[in-house]
């Protein structure tokens, strides 16, 4: 289990790394640290890079995290969370966050590439993709 999770204020948006297994419960506390980010920084925006690692949980729990993830929603008010997934199963379970979480202010979306997940926030892709790259490179264990 492995994440870093870093703002970039310039554009009001924290970006999310994982790598390795990622089990429900560490994106549920990553959820527990965008809560307090989105209470400092309203209409905080979010990308979860899925890219480098692998999913270990069931729909149930994914629906759950859904819940779990209201109130950070709340607190970030109308917004844009991205979730970028290199394989099938990624992507579907993206998509399935989504309509589990669709009654939020926030609206998800799953993204296959950089070059779209940029267009959608009106970022250019090369800057995205420098701090994607950078935030892997800084995912530490979370042994919590």
Known sequence: MAHFLQLIDAHNLAVISYRDSVSASEIGRVFDALLDLARAHPGLAAIADFRRCQLTFSTEE???????????????????????????????????????????????????????????????????????????????????
Do not use: C, H
Request: charged share 25%.
């Open 62 to 144: 994914l629906r759950a995290l859904a819940s779990q993830s209201q109130d950070a929603a709340l607190a970030a008010g109308p917004a844009k969370w991205a979730i970028l997934a290199a394989d099938d199963l990624t992507f579907g379970l993206g998509r399935m966050y989504s309509a589990f979480a669709s009654n939020q202010p926030v609206e998800t979306r799953t993204f296959r590439d950089v070059a779209s997940l940029a267009e959608w926030f009106g970022l250019e892709a090369a800057e995205v993709e420098e701090w994607l790259t950078a935030a892997a490179g800084k995912a530490v264990d979370d042994q919590r």
